[in-house]
C-alpha cells in the first residue's frame, strides 16, 4: 500500500478538501485495494494485512460515523467481501501443470495491460464487457458490489470473454487452456459462497452487516485524561521527531 497515497489523505483532511464522508470512505478503501492489487502474488505477506485493515476501518466507520447517522452516508461493502477476497487468494495458488507459473496471471489485469495500453484487433467485435480480477479487487473493496450474484457473475465473465475470443485461434490454445483451467478451479468456491448466500446463515450475516448492533462510546472521566497527559508530559523522548 502506498504511503505517497496515505500522505495525500492526510494533507487532504488537513486542508478540508473532503466534502463528503463517502468521498473519504472511498479514498480509505482505496488504500487497501490498491495493496491487493499490486501484491497479487499467492501467500504475499501484505494481502493478509490489508485484508484485516480495511476490516478494522470498516469497523470504525460504522462506530464513528455511520451509526450516528440516521441515513446511509457511505455505500457498505458486500456483507461477504472477505469470503470473495479468499476466493482469489485460492486463485491465486492455481499453477499451470506445463510451466509452474500462476494460471491466474492473464487473468489480473485488463487485457490492455498486455497490449500496450490497446486492445487486439476485433476484441470487441466477440467481449462486449471487458473485466479481469483485477477490476473485480476494486469492485469489491470500494463497495460496488451489492449483491453475490454480481460478484459471482463478473468472476465468470473473465472466464468466458477469454474463452469468446480466443476460442478457435492456434496462438489462443494456451489462454483457452487456461481460462478452463481456472474456470474449473473458480467453480466449486463459486458454488459454496453462492449456497452460503441463499442459507439461513448468509441471510442472518447479511442483516447482521447491514443493520449492525449500537455501541454506545463511553466518555473517559476528566481525572483519567488528566493523569494521561500529565504521563505523556513525563515521558523521556530521545528525538526531537518523537517530541513534536
Aim: proline share 5%.
Amino acid at each position: 500500500m502506498s504511503l505517497t497515497f496515505v500522505y495525500h489523505q492526510m494533507i487532504r483532511l488537513d486542508k478540508n478538501t473532503l466534502t463528503q464522508v463517502s468521498e473519504f470512505a472511498s479514498d480509505l478503501r482505496q488504500i487497501f485495494g490498491n495493496c491487493l492489487l499490486f501484491n497479487a502474488l499467492a501467500g504475499d505477506s501484505f494481502r493478509p494485512v490489508a485484508q484485516s485493515m480495511a476490516n478494522a476501518s470498516e469497523e470504525l466507520m460504522h462506530l464513528l460515523i455511520q451509526q450516528h447517522s440516521a441515513t446511509s452516508i457511505y455505500p457498505k461493502l458486500l456483507y461477504c467481501w472477505k469470503m470473495c477476497l479468499q476466493i482469489i487468494d485460492k486463485a491465486l495458488e492455481l499453477k499451470n501443470p506445463d510451466d509452474g507459473y500462476p494460471t491466474i496471471h492473464y487473468f489480473l489485469h485488463p487485457v490492455s495491460f498486455f497490449f500496450g495500453g490497446g486492445f487486439p484487433p476485433e476484441y470487441f467485435e466477440k467481449v462486449k464487457t471487458p473485466m479481469d480480477f483485477g477490476t473485480i479487487t476494486s469492485k469489491l473493496m470500494n463497495g460496488t458490489y451489492q449483491r453475490v450474484d454480481t460478484f459471482v457473475s463478473d468472476c465468470r465473465l473473465v472466464t468466458a470473454n477469454c474463452k469468446a475470443f480466443y476460442m478457435g485461434k492456434p496462438e489462443g490454445a494456451v489462454f483457452v487452456d487456461q481460462a478452463m483451467r481456472l474456470e474449473e478451479f473458480l467453480s466449486q468456491h463459486i458454488e459454496v459462497i453462492e449456497r452460503y448466500d441463499s442459507s439461513q446463515q448468509g441471510s442472518a450475516a447479511k442483516l447482521f452487516v447491514l443493520n449492525p448492533p449500537v455501541a454506545d462510546l463511553i466518555k473517559p472521566r476528566k481525572d483519567f485524561m488528566t493523569s494521561l497527559i500529565a504521563y505523556l508530559r513525563d515521558l523521556t523522548y530521545t528525538d526531537s521527531t518523537t517530541k513534536v
